[in-house]
T-cell receptor, first 112, second 116 residues
Framework: QKEVEQNSGPLSVPEGAIASLNCTYSDRGSQSFFWYRQYSGKSPELIMFIYSNGDKEDGRFTAQLNKASQYVSLLIRDSQPSDSATYLCAVRENTGFQKLVFGTGTRLLVSP | DAGVTQSPTHLIKTRGQQVTLRCSPKSGHDTVSWYQQALGQGPQFIFQYYEEEERQRGNFPDRFSGHQFPNYSSELNVNALLLGDSALYLC???????????????FGPGTRLTVL
């Protein structure tokens, strides 16, 4: 059973702090890794993806991938109350198709 | 540039009924995937359509079926509804022809199905 694990939270951080969200996956053959943000009652919105070991930065967001440890993380710098949402980690299998396997998400709360 | 659209937004059905949900992919995309998201859970893959064929299927019973039309839009049909089918149904579009590891799925707004 291929799994993606996330701490459900909530993760509480003060405004302006760095939020660190973590995700582990079981399928060592996984190729691509995605972070989605989901506000309550809304659909997932893509934040960024990563497929090479190391860091990838996009504005206030940094995704980190360590394939040897089967670990993906998302850092949010200068956290804002508007970042309060559930963050979903998704992994794409090492197949010719595009099925995504999602974790249950981490709820982030940023307090003013 | 139109994004992914889904209809209806909300739907209330009773047990045993049948439902059809609709999705139009983002402009330029040819692949539609359907996901079910129960409350407090991550989306679960139902199936994916490309070139009007089901290319991959998740662990869902045959009560769940789908279709893709020549214009790439898609329908999800659920027969003999159960209380446990109550969920947010998400459509995601992508470009299978892109083929790159970074090719991404973009979600529509979803259809909230409630089964009473």
């Amino acid at each position: 059973q291929k799994e993606v694990e996330q701490n459900s939270g909530p993760l509480s951080v003060p405004e302006g702090a760095i939020a660190s969200l973590n995700c582990t996956y079981s399928d060592r053959g996984s190729q691509s890794f995605f972070w989605y943000r989901q506000y309550s009652g809304k659909s997932p919105e893509l934040i960024m993806f990563i497929y090479s070991n190391g860091d990838k930065e996009d504005g206030r967001f940094t995704a980190q991938l360590n394939k040897a440890s089967q670990y993906v993380s998302l850092l949010i710098r200068d956290s804002q109350p508007s970042d309060s949402a559930t963050y979903l980690c998704a992994v794409r299998e090492n197949t010719g198709f595009q099925k995504l396997v999602f974790g249950t998400g981490t709820r982030l709360l940023v307090s003013p | 540039d139109a994004g992914v659209t889904q209809s209806p937004t909300h739907l209330i059905k009773t047990r045993g009924q049948q439902v059809t949900l609709r999705c139009s992919p983002k402009s330029g995309h040819d692949t539609v995937s359907w996901y079910q998201q129960a409350l407090g859970q991550g989306p679960q893959f139902i199936f994916q359509y490309y070139e009007e064929e089901e290319r991959q299927r998740g662990n869902f019973p045959d009560r769940f079926s789908g279709h893709q039309f020549p214009n790439y839009s898609s329908e999800l049909n659920v027969n003999a509804l159960l209380l446990g089918d109550s969920a947010l149904y998400l459509c995601a579009s992508s470009s299978l022809g892109g083929g790159g590891v970074g090719d991404t799925q973009y979600f529509g707004p979803g259809t909230r199905l409630t089964v009473l």
